[in-house]
C-alpha cells in the first residue's frame, strides 16, 4: 500500500515536468519607462495652449485697431464741423453787410448793387423784370430754413441763367453771374461759384460788382484749398479798391490765412 502512494507521486512529478517541459517558454518584455514615453494627450494639450494665446493677442490687436478707428473718425467729424460753422459765419456775415449797404435800393448795372432793377423801356426794361423776379427768389429765400432754401436757389440759378442766356450783353448780365456765383458757394458748388465770379472780373472789369466779384474768387479758392490764389485776389481787392467795405473784409480774411 505505501509502494502504491509513491509510485502516484512519481507519476504526478513526471507528468508535471513533461508540461513544463512541452509550455514554450516567452523572454521577458521591459516595462516601458514612464519618464521617456510622449503623452499625445499634453502634446496637443500644448498646441491648443499656443494657439488659444495668439488668438487672444490678436483680438486685443482687433480692439486696440477699433479704439483708433473711433477716435479718428471723431476727430475727423469735428474737424468738418469747425470748417461748416466757420463757413456758415463767413455767409452769414456778408449777407449781413450786404443788407447794410447803403445802395442795396439802387438799380443794378449802373452802380453794381444788388437791389431791385429799376423799370425803363425796351429790352431793358424786359431784362430788368427777369432780373427782379430770379432776385425776389433769392431774397424771399433767405427768410426760409436751410432744409427749404437750397430748393429755392436752384431755382434762383435757372432763372438768372436764362436771363444771361436770353440777354449775353445785357446791362443786368454782370450781376447775374455775380449771383450765380453766390448762390453756387451758398450750396457748395465750388467750381461752379469760381467760374461765375471768374466771368464777371474777366469779362467786366470795369463794373461796380468788381471788388465783391475778386473778395469771394478769394473765399472760392480758400474753400477749395488753394490759399496762395485765396490770398491773392484777397490783396487785389485791399490793392485796387482799398477805400471798399470789401477791403475791410478781405484784409480781415487774409489776415485769418496768413
Known amino acids: 500500500m505505501h509502494s502504491v502512494r509513491i509510485s502516484a507521486v ?12 512541452a509550455a514554450p517558454v516567452e523572454e521577458a518584455r521591459p516595462v516601458p519607462s514612464v519618464a521617456t514615453t510622449p503623452d499625445p494627450d499634453d ?8 494657439i488659444g494665446t495668439l488668438f487672444y493677442q490678436l483680438q486685443i490687436l482687433q480692439d486696440e485697431v477699433r479704439r483708433l478707428q473711433g477716435i479718428v473718425e471723431e476727430q475727423n467729424y469735428r474737424i468738418e464741423r469747425l470748417v461748416r460753422e466757420q463757413r456758415e459765419r463767413y455767409i452769414e456775415l456778408d449777407q449781413r453787410l450786404l443788407a447794410l ?11 453794381g448793387s444788388d437791389g ?4 425803363v423801356p425796351g429790352a431793358v426794361s424786359v431784362q430788368g423784370d427777369a432780373y427782379n ?28 441763367d436764362a436771363l444771361i442766356q436770353d440777354h449775353p450783353d ?13 448762390l453756387h458757394l451758398a450750396t457748395d458748388a465750388l467750381e461752379e461759384a469760381r467760374q461765375a465770379f471768374a466771368q464777371v472780373t474777366n469779362l467786366y472789369a470795369d463794373h461796380a460788382k468788381m471788388p465783391d466779384a475778386l473778395y469771394k474768387l478769394g473765399v472760392t479758392y480758400h474753400r477749395l484749398g488753394d490759399n496762395v490764389r485765396a490770398l491773392e485776389y484777397l490783396d487785389r481787392v485791399t490793392d485796387e479798391y482799398p477805400d471798399s467795405t470789401q477791403a475791410g473784409l478781405a484784409r480781415s480774411y487774409a489776415a485769418e490765412l496768413r
Open 43 to 50: 502634446t496637443d494639450a500644448d498646441g491648443a495652449s499656443g
Open 10 to 21: 512519481v507519476a504526478t512529478a513526471l507528468f508535471a515536468t513533461a508540461a513544463m517541459a
Open 101 to 111: 449797404r447803403p445802395d442795396a435800393a439802387q438799380p443794378p448795372g449802373a452802380d
Open 116 to 119: 431791385p432793377a429799376s423799370t
Open 133 to 160: 423776379r430770379a432776385y425776389a427768389v433769392v431774397t424771399e429765400a433767405r427768410q426760409l430754413p436751410p432744409s427749404e432754401r437750397v430748393m429755392e436757389y436752384q431755382r434762383a440759378l435757372l432763372m438768372f
Open 170 to 182: 445785357g446791362q443786368y448780365t454782370p450781376n447775374a453771374y455775380y449771383w450765380m456765383g453766390e
